[in-house]
């Protein structure tokens, strides 16, 4: 294994797969016929994001570029220096034939697909088996005027939900806590009343950092039902920030922090630091991707092997009722620049090599690998037989996946932890109990021109005021700055586009 900081310190890692299938025998030099350049390997290039150390062994690529026919030459760039080489990209122009985006910088280069430089793939997608099948509404999340430019990597539109020790609610007779009232008075007894009996207060009741989409703090506000980034209020889109549930959240967060049932330090922890404050016994609750207790339980029981963890996702607000914050269904789109795909032609075949990802033979290979090698079929279901080859050679290529798995043929996983299962089931639970963003397919130019600047000084004030900096006249003041610099005009090009588009 590669030291990670070695990885890091590379700008991008190319992996380039060599030309796997020859031409024919009998085909003479210099032939340029079409029927000919059919049957040659298609070099496509792509960029892809990496969510490991190391870029995967070739081995499964080997066989992907076999069964499309294509010459492989992948660039691997880890995730935190993504943003940075897509910058540099659009900068340079110097793209690859596929580039994936993520939801900020859609939004950050929709001109650049209005103004003409990626194709618009709307018009090919009947052509294809499995593409044609993509979920319509999904679709639609992803349009620009109508249009369709990506192909979309689906998520499940909510993973959200909590992590808890479940030995120590047990131990202090607490049973799941079913709303907002009793997940506060968890996380006090998980602070004040000794959960792991060693008679020293040195547990706290909840883990966070500083992300306040993906940490704790989105979630919980849309359990007291703040809107997914925007929200429709007397026929305007307004912020989130904007809704008297978002400062009744801020409020939440204020107690528990100065009340020490948070880490105090969460404005500067990272996932990492917040991670390993459950890995290692310190804090009860995290509050993420319920997804992660497999690997937060292995983390755990080798600092305390009788510990155990559970999860669950309704937490009602002060009404009595359950929502949660909601992706569009897709948390990635694959963009396909007319700079470096020249033809139509070129597009096809490119489209051709999506079209397999998404078949159930193409997901399955990039999803859990060589049946036999690196997993098992066992009850209709993916088991992983070999952990570390799959680590190795498997789990990086996942970030290539497309489509989604009601519609891609992806063997479901068999999960041998328990909470793991559940966390999959509560996944889709959180699907009847949705959030949408009341901006999505809407328009406003000053948001794509300075959303990100103006967000982050709604998010400093929103750390301040947890951390009791600033008070409410304070994060008020903040909001007022937010909109004369260029928040009045969203307001109004977004509820502008609203109406437009519900004439």
């Known amino acids: 294994m590669k030291n990670i900081k070695k990885v890091l310190s590379v700008f991008v890692i190319f992996l380039t797969i060599g030309i796997l299938a020859a031409c024919s025998s009998k085909s003479s030099p210099g032939n340029e016929s079409a029927s000919k350049d059919a049957d040659k390997p298609f070099k496509i290039t792509a960029m892809v994001k990496l969510h490991t150390q190391e870029a995967p062994d070739q081995r499964v690529l080997d066989i992907v570029a076999e069964k499309t026919n294509m010459e492989l030459d992948i660039q691997f760039v880890p995730y935190t220096l993504y943003p940075e080489k897509v910058n540099t990209v659009f900068a340079t122009e110097s793209f690859p034939h596929s580039v994936i985006l993520d939801l900020d910088m859609i939004n950050q280069y929709k001109e650049a697909i209005r103004d003409g430089q990626f194709w618009e793939i709307g018009p090919y997608l009947d052509e294809y088996e499995h593409l044609s099948k993509m979920n319509p509404e999904v679709l639609k999340n992803t349009m620009i005027d109508g249009k369709i430019y990506m192909i979309y990597q689906g998520k499940p539109s909510s993973r959200q939900g909590v992590i808890y020790r479940k030995d120590w609610a047990d131990k202090l007779g607490i049973s799941t806590p079913t709303n907002v009232d009793e997940f506060y008075e968890m996380l006090r007894a998980f602070t004040e009343d000794d959960p792991d009996g060693n008679g020293k207060k040195d547990t706290i009741g909840l883990t966070n950092r500083d992300d306040l989409i993906f940490g704790a703090f989105k979630t919980v506000a849309s359990w007291f039902h703040t809107p997914t980034n925007f929200g429709l209020k007397d026929e305007k889109i307004l912020p989130e920030f904007m809704f008297p549930e978002y400062m009744e959240t801020l409020d939440y967060f204020r107690k528990m922090h100065e009340d020490g049932y948070i880490n105090q330090d969460f404005p500067v922890a990272s996932k990492v630091d917040q991670q390993a404050m459950l890995k290692n016994g310190t804090a009860g609750a995290y509050i993420g991707s319920m997804g992660d207790v497999e690997s937060l339980y292995n983390g755990l029981k080798e600092v305390d092997p009788e510990a155990e963890l559970d999860v669950f996702n309704q937490v009602a607000g002060p009404d009595g009722e359950f929502t949660v914050w909601s992706l569009p269904g897709y948390g990635d789109g694959i963009v396909f620049p007319k700079s470096s795909i020249k033809t139509e ?132 003041a903040v909001i007022e700055q937010w909109k004369n610099q260029g928040g009045n005009e969203i307001i109004e090009e977004f509820s502008a586009s609203y109406k437009e588009m519900n004439k």
């Open 345 to 476: 032609e070129e597009l096809k075949r490119i489209l051709s090599f999506y079209d397999y990802l998404m078949s159930p033979e193409g997901t399955n290979l990039t999803f859990w690998g060589i049946e036999g090698d690196h997993y098992q079929v066992t009850d209709g279901k993916a088991e992983v037989i070999n952990k570390e080859l799959f680590e190795r050679e498997v789990f990086p290529l996942q970030s290539m996946r497309i489509g989604d798995e009601v519609r891609d043929g992806k063997l479901k996983g068999l999960f041998t932890y328990e909470p793991k299962a559940k966390a999959e089931d509560l996944y889709i639970d959180n699907e009847n109990y949705l959030i949408p963003d009341a901006t999505i397919g809407l328009d406003s130019p000053t948001f794509l021109l300075k959303g990100t600047s103006l967000q982050q000084l709604i998010d400093d004030a929103t750390i301040k005021y947890i951390i009791r900096d600033i008070d409410k006249d304070g994060f008020e």
